[in-house]
């Protein structure tokens, strides 16, 4: 099965700055790479995704970058805002693990007004 | 609107009760998912389905059972619940297989004494 790790689990960060929450996972053949966003006492919705053909992908203020060789990708966050404050959970899927997405332990982004 | 629906919301029961939490979606996806999650830690995946019929054991075990009779339907079962099984648990849904966005439910908080 697919192992993944998450880094940081916690990461603080003044409005206006970036963050970048990095995820490393262990299935070579995974090939679908989403960011999950939980605010506290919500559901998770998806916020960003790439698949493997691809290398970068932005919306707006939110880009993935993926790097398949190195198996990790990265959740950058810029000009960051106090509603941005959540839980970050990383889920790469597609591989060995069939029909499973198998989520990171997730990161707990604190925005400072 | 298209949606995904949890009910109880929040449940306190004794030890050794047997409980039903429901989900239902509107989405019209064939592919479901029960997740436990301890607040705003990683979500643990413990049943999912492919569609009508079909029902898979996931990464965490767990001592519920699942039914997917309807297509909309999906009930997770604790036959005799424990204090052990105090957590959240998430409910979603996918269109497609594991390269596609997953909705979630708002959740089910169970509290065993």
């Known amino acids: 099965g697919e192992n993944v790790e998450q880094h940081p689990s916690t990461l603080s960060v003044q409005e206006g700055d970036s963050a970048v929450i990095k995820c490393t996972y262990s299935?070579?053949?995974?090939?679908?790479f989403p960011w999950y966003k939980q605010e506290l006492g919500k559901r998770p919705q998806l916020i960003i995704d790439i698949r493997s053909n691809v290398g970068e992908k932005k919306d707006q203020r939110i880009a993935v970058t993926l790097n398949k060789t190195a198996k990790h990708f990265s959740l950058h966050i810029t000009e960051t805002q106090p509603e941005d404050s959540a839980v970050y959970f990383c889920?790469?899927?597609?591989?060995?693990?069939?029909?499973?997405?198998?989520f990171g332990q997730g990161t707990i982004l604190t925005v400072h007004p | 609107e298209a949606d995904i629906y949890q009910t109880p919301r929040y449940l306190v029961i004794g030890t050794g009760k047997k409980i039903t939490l429901e989900c239902s979606q509107t989405m019209g996806h064939d592919k479901m998912y029960w997740y436990q999650q301890d607040p705003g830690m990683e979500l643990h995946l413990i049943h999912y389905?492919?569609?009508?019929?079909?029902?898979e054991k996931g990464d965490l075990s767990s001592e519920s059972t699942v039914s997917r009779i309807r297509t909309e339907h999906f009930p997770l079962t604790l036959e005799s619940a424990r204090p052990s099984h105090t957590s959240q648990y998430l409910c979603?849904?996918?269109?497609?297989?594991?390269?596609?966005?997953?909705?979630f439910g708002p959740g089910t908080r169970l509290t065993v004494l």
């Open positions: 889920a790469p899927g597609g591989g060995t693990s069939y029909g499973k997405l198998t």
């Open positions: 979603a849904s996918s269109e497609y297989w594991s390269t596609d966005t997953q909705y």
């Open positions: 389905s492919y569609g009508v019929n079909s029902t």
């Open positions: 299935d070579s053949a995974s090939n679908y």
